[in-house]
T-cell receptor, first 110, second 115 residues
Framework: LAKTTQPISMDSYEGQEVNITCSHN???????ITWYQQFPSQGPRFIIQ???TKVTNEVASLFIPADRKSSTLSLPRVSLSDTAVYYC???????????FGAGTRLAVHP | ETGVTQSPTHLIKTRGQQVTLRCSSQ?????VSWYQQALGQGPQFIFQ???????GRGNFPPRFSGLQFPNYSSELNVNALELDDSALYLC??????????????FGPGTRLTVT
């Protein structure tokens, strides 16, 4: 599975838009890009998944450029409850093994 | 629809002992994966079961073993516990095993402390 690189931590304020970028230079043709959110002492929760271009759901948007070597998770108008660790994962084909990196710790301040 | 549940919530064991953790998958999900998450780190893949067969394994020694039952619930067994086995153990279920295409639904985890 492709290795991913994302910032260790980010800070934001309530009401702002937060963009977290993930690099995955070795992404394979059949790989999908998936983001998970994790709160302390809880299991990760699926946020969004995409293959190319842009995907949007009720909580986030995922931007994927044409070369797919990076992706950006966009959280509109964050609130204090968005304080969590966000993981970018890349994979596809074969068995459903998810390789988590260290993730990005997002802190939202009042 | 019932989500993924795990038991027990917390567990304290002594080094050298054996432990069994349990997971009930979400209704309709035939694939269960187990992860170990040490404090401050991302989850590490242990293994996956698809329709009662082990379908992939991470870099964990054989003393980590598992089972999946006909109702797709699963167990994680760890023998000869070591202090480094102290972690949050997560179970995730999904509709299929094909790559990372299927959304994985995680349970709340079991916090294991080895003393």
């Amino acid at each position: 599975l492709a290795k991913t690189t994302q910032p260790i931590s980010m800070d934001s304020y309530e009401g702002q838009e937060v963009n977290i970028t993930c690099s995955h230079n070795n992404i394979a043709t059949n790989d999908y890009i998936t983001w998970y959110q994790q709160f302390p002492s809880q299991g990760p929760r699926f946020i969004i998944q995409g293959y190319k271009t842009k995907v949007t759901n009720e909580v986030a948007s995922l931007f994927i450029p044409a070369d797919r070597k990076s992706s950006t998770l966009s959280l509109p108008r964050v609130s204090l409850s968005d304080t969590a660790v966000y993981y970018c994962l890349v994979g596809g084909g074969g068995y459903n093994k998810l390789i988590f990196g260290a993730g990005t710790r997002l802190a939202v301040h009042p | 629809e019932t989500g993924v549940t795990q038991s027990p919530t917390h567990l304290i064991k002594t080094r050298g002992q054996q432990v069994t953790l349990r997971c009930s998958s979400q209704s309709g999900h035939n694939t269960v994966s187990w992860y170990q998450q040490a404090l401050g780190q991302g989850p590490q893949f242990i293994f996956q079961y698809y329709r009662e067969e082990e379908n992939g394994r991470g870099n964990f020694p054989p003393r980590f073993s598992g089972l999946q039952f006909p109702n797709y619930s699963s167990e994680l067994n760890v023998n000869a516990l070591e202090l480094d086995d102290s972690a949050l153990y997560l179970c995730a279920s999904s509709l299929g095993f094909e790559g990372a295409r299927y959304e994985q639904y995680f349970g709340p985890g079991t916090r294991l402390t080895v003393t």
